[in-house]
């Protein structure tokens, strides 16, 4: 996915987004679901849900767009959540076709529906969102206060990365004083 939420703010994953995170604890489905927690079956019945749906359903069609895009074939050789949950999916499938069975004796296998992968595919972007900007701001802090730190880090960056050249992964994980 390609979102550059700082020059586009306006980005239909970043609006999305922010639509999902605007929550309150006195959302009447909320507090129905804690005050009253045998309703929470009946509700799940009518479909009610604490997230808007067309944010639901942006979600949805983003993560469909991406697996069907990496089953066939453009996985760009990454290896992250969501490409180990739709291998999950196709590896299960491939040996129930190949007539080979990976359960243990008298326990079923299965791989991940399409819906438990959208849901911990928000889950993990919901996860990420705030933690990720939290740790960002305490780095930031912490550089400030730390000067002495902050210029033998960016002597390393400097080494590492001459030129302000491309960021790469390998290059990241030979970087031992960032560690």
Known sequence: VDLDSLNNPNDPFVINIKKALKFTIFN???LIAVMCRWL????????????PSDVTEFFSQVVQQIKSKRNKGDRQDRVDFLQLMIDTQTSMQSSELSGLDYSKKG????????????AQSILFIFAGYETTSSALSFLSYILAIHPDIQTKLQQE???QFPDKGQLTYDGLM????LD
């Open 157 to 159: 960056i400097d080494e």
């Open 174 to 177: 030979q970087m031992e004083y």
């Open 107 to 118: 326990e079923g296998t299965q791989g991940l529906t399409d819906r438990e992968i959208l």
């Open 28 to 30: 009447p489905l909320f």
């Open 40 to 51: 929470v079956p009946l509700l799940e019945k009518f479909e009610f849900s604490m997230f």
